[in-house]
Each structure stands twice: as C-alpha cells, then as structure tokens.
C-alpha cells in the first residue's frame, strides 16, 4: 500500500505565515524567520527521509541538521511519469506498487517544498528576491528551488551578525549556570550559543562547548568535576 500523499494546501495550513524580513533582511530576522519554518516543517511527516525529523532537513543548514542525526537529508528522486514495462503482469503489478510508493513520497515532498517558497515569496520583499547574476527583475521561488539555498544565500548576503551580536553571544556562552534552575536550561542555552556560532562565524568547537559545562558546573561549588 503506498503511502499517503500530503497535500499543498495540507503543507501550507501547517506552515501558515511565516514571519517576515521587511523592511530588510538582516541576522536576526532571518534567524527568526528560519526558526518559525524549522517548527513548522518537523511536524510534517516524512517517514521515508527523516521519521524522527520530518522535513527539517529540507530547510535547515546542513552543518546544524548534522548535529542532530548523522542521516543527511536526501530529496526523493522523481520516478517519472509511468511505472517501467514489464515482462509479465506479476512483474508489472510489483513494479507499479514500487512506483505508487514512490510517487505519493515524492508528490508530498514537492508539495512541502511549494508550500513552504511560496510562504518564503511572501516573507521575503520583492527587493531581495532578486534572479542570479544580477539579472533585473524579480525572483518567484518555485517547487524547482531548494528552501534551504535559498535560506543559506539569504544569510550569506544579508545575515551577516554585527559585532554586537558577536559580543552578545560570546556573552550567553560565558554565561552562569544557577543551579537552582534545572541543568537543561545550561545545556539550552549553551546550545543557541553554539548553534549560533556556526551561523554567525567562526564557529566554536564541540571541545569548547563541553568545556563552558563543565566550567559552569564548577562555578557552582557543588560539584567536583
């Protein structure tokens, strides 16, 4: 039995309105915009690509989805118009019930995909939409654009942190743990301090991180690491 298709306008309820970046894009409201979408999008289901993510992957830098599973994110492949032609009709029924899976994956995959640029023509302003090599007119992102290039040239151009909010986050890292707060709270913290820190450049390294909780930890007196 193949599985059953997500429809646009099912894909477009869920993700709704996306936050916008008008009047311009900058590091802050686009971190917002991709937050709001990356909510959104894990609670579509995508058993075939990510059971536990949902479409995360499709919108969210590949060096920060890596962080959490160690399975890329791999768009389903088109299986064309037809299913292939078959021998004898036992093998034309197994091949059209392959082909049936996968097109109802694939249908919900370009449906995610057009709900979710279509919610990002709405967010974005005419201005920043702009055609590759500086041609004139105004880009309309279709199911042909990944969301997530589209999302990365976004921050490449206009996501750019101001050493304010470099200082900010070199700050939250610093950050004191009270432990009268339960310890996931540090862990949160620590981890929107490094995440952001991939984005914003240079990154911290994952000995760092684990070093700032460990030195939160003992700043606290209670407990000896």
């Known amino acids: 039995m ?21 009047p311009r894009p900058n590091a802050t409201n686009l971190r ?21 993510y949902g479409f995360l992957g499709m919108v969210q830098p590949t060096a920060i989805y890596a962080l ?7 768009d389903w492949e088109d299986p064309g118009a037809h299913p292939a032609a078959a021998p004898t009709a036992a093998e034309q029924t197994n091949i059209k019930t392959l082909y049936d899976a996968n097109k109802a994956v694939y249908d919900t995959q370009q449906n995610v995909c057009r709900a ?5 023509n ?35 151009k206009y996501g750019i942190c ?12 610093d950050q004191q743990w009270d432990p009268n707060e339960p310890i996931e709270s540090l862990f949160e913290h620590l981890e929107e301090a490094y995440i952001f820190s991939i984005l914003a450049k240079p990154p911290f390294t994952l ?17 000896r690491l």
């Open 32 to 52: 917002v915009l991709s937050e709001h979408l990356e909510q959104k999008v894990q609670t579509i289901l995508a058993p075939q690509q990510s059971p536990e």
């Open 2 to 22: 193949a599985p059953s298709v997500i429809t646009y306008e099912e894909a477009k309820e869920i993700i709704g309105v996306l936050p916008s970046v008008a």
């Open 162 to 173: 101001s050493p304010n909010e470099k200082t900010a986050n070199n700050q939250r890292f």
């Open 122 to 156: 709405e967010a974005i302003p005419n201005a920043f939409r702009k055609p590759a090599g500086n041609q004139m007119g105004t880009r309309v992102y279709t199911v042909r654009d990944s969301p997530r290039e589209i999302l990365d040239g976004l921050r490449a």
């Open 68 to 74: 959490r599973t160690n399975v890329p994110w791999i």
């Open 116 to 120: 979710i640029n279509n919610a990002l």
């Open 207 to 223: 000995e760092q991180l684990i070093d700032k909780v460990i030195i939160a930890i003992q700043r606290t007196g209670l407990y």
